[in-house]
């Protein structure tokens, strides 16, 4: 019976202890998180004890730029980010952008842990100063349910997002670094999520109609990217994030949502490729791959 009193108050100081260090980065105003310049995005790794996908953060710039090193020793390139507390001013009423300004703060640790969960990601081991690093459950640090809520959202498709960060991880890694076994097993579990999905492709509806709820696509322009060696590529994204990501500062462009299966009859003719998610892990998909995946998963008729 002692023997229990001591377990659980063991697991009650351990809980309190979580939840003490799931404040703090709640509260934090700075830190520096690990960044994959493979991916574009927050350097994703797998946990080993629980197997929590988890990001890296810290408080202390000298400990992230000390991991980074580390990271490239073993041929993993990542960047150390700076994570600040912004003063931004913003006018009063949007429609007026010279008139009466308000002060906002932009909390940009919080907008990191919060499009993590669009990633696929449930954890964040943070290291403090002059502290062991802890692993907090994601659902710990942002608001109740927010995981939740975006896993049920059609719009998002995090395992389809983490499934193809973790492989371009690995495939971009330096030459003599890549587990080639590890690679294989990862495309195969990206390629079978591909082809079940649904991706947003890009449109340009005609002047005047840009805001009608249903679209003509005959009536409308798809957009292309321009390599700097002059081929196009037709980009696709895996969810509306993606989509943000890319529509940024591009007028009236919309989305449409379709399945993978019936991506070829959107193919551009002058394109070399499609681009899938070119502002975050950019993978190209070639013409001839996408009949190939269908046919290995057994989907062929599904493109009719």
Excluded at 153 to 162: C, D, E, K, V
Excluded at 187 to 211: H, I, Q, T
């Amino acid at each position: 019976m002692a023997a229990d009193i001591i377990d659980l108050k063991d697991r009650m100081k351990n809980t309190a202890d979580k939840k003490t260090v799931a404040e703090k980065v709640q509260d934090l105003k700075e830190a520096y998180a690990l960044i994959s310049p493979l991916t574009n995005l927050p350097y994703v790794e797998c946990e080993q004890e629980n197997f929590f996908d988890q990001v890296l953060l810290y408080e202390m710039k000298e400990d992230a730029e000390a991991a980074a090193k580390v990271y490239g020793e073993k041929g993993i390139r990542v960047l150390v980010r700076d994570l600040k507390t912004l003063e931004l001013e913003l006018p009063v009423k949007p429609e007026e952008p010279d008139g009466e300004k308000r002060k906002v703060f932009l909390n940009q640790v919080r907008q990191h842990l919060g499009i993590l969960p669009f990633m696929g990601v449930n954890a964040v081991c943070y290291k403090a100063a002059d502290a062991p690093a802890e692993l907090i459950e994601l659902e710990n640090v942002l608001p109740e349910d927010f995981q939740k809520k975006v896993a049920a959202n059609a719009l998002y498709q995090p395992n389809l997002q983490l499934t193809g960060v973790y492989l371009m991880q690995e495939a971009r890694k330096g030459k003599d670094a890549v587990d080639r076994k590890v690679l294989h097993d990862l495309d195969e579990e990206f390629s079978s999520n591909l082809v079940k999905a649904k991706v947003f492709m890009p449109v340009l509806p005609p002047k005047g109609k840009e805001k009608d709820p249903q679209l003509n696509l005959k009536e409308c322009q798809i957009p292309y990217l321009k390599h700097q060696n002059g081929d196009l590529f037709f980009p696709v994204f895996t969810d509306i994030w993606e989509f943000q990501k890319y529509a940024q500062g591009k007028g009236a462009l919309r989305s449409i949502q379709i399945p993978f299966t019936q991506l070829e009859k959107f193919e551009g003719k002058q394109a070399k490729a499609y681009m899938l998610n070119p502002m975050g892990f950019s993978i190209p998909l070639t013409k001839e791959m996408i009949p190939k995946l269908m046919k290995k998963f057994g989907l062929e008729g599904d493109q009719k």
